[in-house]
């Protein structure tokens, strides 16, 4: 679990960051998954946009991600849902203890 001030770090690292998913009528799905998981071992934070006729909510989205792709949930802002998952490979993130 990350901590309150590990939290505000990842959130002042999306800040600039651009949606690179976006989670549309379908919802979530296994193919959605596993592309945000190649993303994430290769950037390790980013943001996923859910639009307006996606039929899920952003929070079961969120949870939904969060669960399958084992990634932390660091906040939802308006639409977009902000994830940070340490990379095996090429981590370049170094969170504050």
Do not use: W
């Amino acid at each position: 679990m990350l901590t309150g001030k590990q939290k505000r770090f990842l959130r002042s690292k999306a800040h600039h960051l651009d949606p690179i998913f976006q989670v549309g009528k379908g919802g979530t799905n296994e193919n959605m998954y596993s592309q945000i998981n190649d993303a994430l071992e290769a950037r390790e934070l980013i943001k996923v946009s859910v639009l307006q006729n996606c039929e899920e909510d952003k929070d079961t989205v969120a949870e939904n991600l969060t669960e399958k792709t084992g990634a932390e949930l660091v906040q939802i802002i308006g639409n977009t849902i902000v994830l940070y998952k340490e990379s095996k490979e090429k981590k370049t993130i170094e969170l504050p203890s």
